[in-house]
Each structure stands twice: as C-alpha cells, then as structure tokens.
C-alpha cells in the first residue's frame, strides 16, 4: 500500500497544518506538499514540553524503558511504508533503509535496556559523620536527573537514526526529558511516518503528549527560534559546519547559553604505516574506494584522507585505489544542494596549490561519481583549505617525505570523529608515536579497518574535538551521549521519605 503524507506537523499530540508549504524534492517518485514550519509552532511546542517535563522528567525508569520499546514496536510496525517513501526521498537503496530502521530501534531498545539498570545514574552517597572534628559531616547523596526539555535537528543522511527518533531523541527520552525535532527538508515524509509512531506509542503508554513534537521545514527564523526559546535546556544536532557553529552561536549568546551538542563532520583520516603497505599495499587501496564510496560518500566518519610515505608501495596503493574508484559507477545524493556542494568541492580541491587531479568525474545533477587526488605532506601542512570536509566519495592522498613528516601531517589536524592506523606487527614503534597525537584529534582510534561502521554499544565514542563536534566531552552514539542531557545534583541530609525514588 503506497504512503501518502498528510504534510502536517505534530504538536503535543495534535496534527497542525499551516498555511505556508514547501514541496519535497524526492529522488524519484511523486513530490509531497509539507507545512512549513513557524516560531509560533515551535513556542507551542516548547511549552507543551515544559509542562510534560512535570510529569515525565519525574516518571520511572520502568515506564520510560516501555515506552522507547513501544516507540520500536511502533516504527517496526511501519518498516515497509517508510522505506518505500525514505527510498523515494532520499535516493539511499532499499537494504540501506532496512538496515538503518534495525539500528533506530535497536537503539531505542539499548537505552530502554541501559536506564533499567540505574547505572546511568551514577549514584554516590557519603554518609553523615556527626562527630568528626572540627566539623560534622552531612549526608551526601548525589545522582543524574534530567534537565529539561531538548531540541533536536534530523541530519540529511540518516533519516532514521539521526533524525526524528534518532539517536538524540531516543537518548533525551531515555533521560527523562521531553523532545522537540526540526525535521530535515530532505526526507519530511520519513520523519512524518516517524513521527506517528511516536505518537502511537505515546498514547499506548499515556505518557504526556507534549514529550514528542515535530515541525517541519520552514526557514531560518525556526531553527533559531527553538534554540534560543528560554524553556530549551540542551540542543542535539547533526549537519555542516556552517549550519551547526551558527546555531552553537546563538545557543552561547542567549541570556541563559545552554549546552549545544553538534557533530559537524570530519574529515577522518587514516595513516598507511609501512610494513602494512609493503604487504597488502593494493588490498588496502580497494578497501579504501570501497569504503570513500559506501552510501555515496555521505557518512560523516568517510575516510577521506590517506597519509602515506612516498616510495613504491604508496603508488601501488594510489593506483589500486585510482582503478577500484574508476570502477564505481554513478550514485544518487541525497539532495540536489548536496550534490551541487560536493560538485564545487571537488573543484576547489583541484584549484589548490601542489595538488594532482588522479581521478575526475563528469557528475550528473544529483549524482556523486569519486574524485581522487594526490597532494605532498608540505603542501597539505601548509594549506587549511585541504583539510576541509567534501562530502562525497572524494579522497585526498597526503604523501610524506619521512616518518617525521608523518607525524607532522597528525599533529597538524583538526578535530576529527575518527583517526585510523593500518598497521602490522612491525609497524608498532610508528604506530606508540602516532597513537598519543590521533588520540587528542580524534573521538575513535581504530586500527585496520575503515571507519564509515558505527557500532551502537556502550564503549562507542562519536565525536571529538572542534570541529568534529562542539563538546569535546561528548559522544552522539552509544549509551554514553545520555550523559548530555543530565544534569548531577547533590541532596543533603534530606530525609529518606522525601529523596526521589531512585534515591530512597
């Protein structure tokens, strides 16, 4: 049965229409007629969070853990309407869809899992010492509580797991905090179907209808207006550069600046140590095209930097890498500014200084085919502009001089997502210099492997230093990134009949 949106947005339980629209821009398939967001949505949405706040923020653990396994049950129950309709927006392949609605739920079920155990709660207690000298001691009890409501932005190329139910959203619930998205222009309709699961699961568990509002589209006027809405006390977002660090500014500028939790991509560059490169130096190049054009290159942890040493096993690697993209045919992006933006990426790279055009493709409107390019160490180091993110299937080759420069090449990086060394047993020396430099730039170090899987699990870290994210001390996936929508508070001496449940 074909899904036909409805376009409206979701308010504290009430579908609203307004009368601005804004038309979907699918891949293939029809397009659909969206409301377009307001500021005065968004204030009814926040406030209608702020009064559910009263009653969630303060609910059990058991009914919050019911609830995001109702929210799975719900989504899951809707798995072939929103690939249908997440395919046609988006371009992404069908087995891309259905694997990415297994890792939404099964997040959603992670953190039902985590909460139930407590351990989030990190609680501490220091019994009272009335006879200590010179002074008592009180009664000291401390544990996370939620803070407040929280804004989360979907993210172009997730429309399931970082965007309407989410990792972020699914993290803020799990917290005990109410949540209001801004759907992403690409895919509205997925967010739609999404969002009526929500929905359904809200009403299955009677929780309070202002827990979960959506707004769709509108302009900038939106976004900002639910950022700087005094009632938000945290911000999750996932996007570009320049969309997230304007939103980090007003987060900071506003009378009461709260926490803003943005992942603004990476370039996440490996280093090809030595030995590896002697022994499988070709191997290495096809597992690098394979994975700079997975999903079209459009995964924020896309390696799109190899640092390798200069000699013949780096133009065996090159030339492996140059033949395995050449191969790669064609792919849809997920929007037609996406596209064009890694159009003018790949020429503007090639305009740099010292760098060699190894591969050009000839790009159809809303098609990414891989660029390759080969740049020295020196002249990388020395140009900021090539350490930029393109986001496509496009891969820089930083080729060092020595070791020395290898290292150069990491201690000259930005904040990244994810740092890799291929390496063998050999390579050890190389890799215990390297390792405590990646280890400041990035949020994962990984060794032998290609960063573009994520695994949800409690020891994941996404993020890293600026501008990887905006919070150094934060990850987006994982059980961890419940952390930044908590807040430690310290009771003392209060009697056990009036500590909070998860206290007493």
């Excluded at 769709?216 to 939106?222: D, E, F, P």
């Excluded at 390496?423 to 990646?438: F, G, H, I, N, T």
């Amino acid at each position: 049965m074909t899904f036909t949106p409805h376009g409206k947005h979701l308010i504290a339980g009430n579908w609203i229409g307004t009368e601005d629209t804004f038309a979907s821009q699918p891949a293939h398939g029809p397009a659909h007629d969206f409301s377009a967001g307001t500021p005065q949505l968004v204030d009814k949405a926040v406030q209608a969070a702020e009064e559910a706040f009263w009653t969630y923020g303060y609910s059990s653990r058991q009914l919050r853990a019911d609830f995001l396994n109702a929210i799975a049950d719900e989504i899951e129950a809707r798995g072939a309407e929103i690939t249908e309709i997440g395919t046609q927006e988006t371009g992404l392949p069908e087995a891309r869809l259905n694997g990415e609605r297994g890792r939404t739920t099964g997040q959603l079920r992670l953190f039902a899992e985590h909460i139930l155990t407590g351990d989030y709660l990190d609680r501490r207690h220091d019994a009272a010492v009335p006879d200590r000298q010179p002074l008592p001691r009180p009664d000291l009890r401390m544990m996370q509580r939620p803070i407040g409501p929280v804004a989360v932005f979907g993210a172009s190329n997730f429309p399931l797991a970082f965007s309407t139910a989410g990792g972020d959203t699914a993290a803020a619930l799990a917290a005990g905090c109410p949540v209001v998205v801004k759907g992403h222009g690409a895919h509205p309709g997925t967010g739609e179907i999404i969002a009526e699961a929500v929905h359904a699961a809200i009403a299955k568990c009677g929780v309070p209808a202002g827990v979960f509002s959506l707004i769709q589209g509108g302009n900038r006027a939106v976004g900002q207006a639910l950022v700087q809405h005094p009632l938000i006390k945290a911000v999750g977002f996932t996007g570009s550069l320049a969309g997230g660090r304007a939103l980090f500014d007003l987060c900071a500028q506003r009378p009461e600046p709260i926490p803003f939790f943005g992942e603004l991509g990476s370039v996440n560059p490996m280093f090809m140590l030595p030995a590896a490169m002697a022994a499988r130096g070709a191997e290495l190049g096809r597992g690098w095209a394979a994975s700079l054009t997975m999903g079209a290159g459009q995964f924020c942890t896309n390696p799109g930097i190899a640092v390798v040493l200069a000699g013949a096993e780096a133009d065996v690697f090159i030339e492996a890498t140059r033949t395995a993209l050449g191969e790669t045919g064609g792919q849809v992006m997920l929007t037609d500014g996406i596209a064009q933006a890694y159009t003018s990426g790949a020429a503007a790279m090639v305009d740099q200084p010292g760098v060699q055009d190894l591969l050009t493709s000839i790009c159809d409107p809303r098609e990414a085919k891989p660029f390759l390019f080969k740049v020295s160490a020196a002249d990388w180091i020395g140009n900021h502009t090539l350490a930029e993110e393109v986001f496509g299937p496009l891969g820089l080759v930083v080729v060092a001089q020595d070791t020395d420069e290898m290292t150069r090449v990491a201690n000259s990086l930005k904040g990244q997502l994810t740092a890799t060394l291929h390496m063998d047993d050999s390579d050890a020396e190389l890799a215990r210099r390297l390792l405590p430099v990646l280890e400041r730039k990035a949020g994962r170090v990984l060794a032998n492997g290609f960063p573009t899987g994520v695994e949800v699990a409690d020891s994941m870290v996404h993020g890293g230093p600026y501008p990887a994210s905006t919070n150094f001390g934060a990850t987006s996936v994982g059980t961890l990134s419940i952390r930044r929508f908590l807040r430690p508070v310290c009771y003392q001496n209060l009697p056990q009949s009036v500590l909070p449940d998860d206290l007493a």
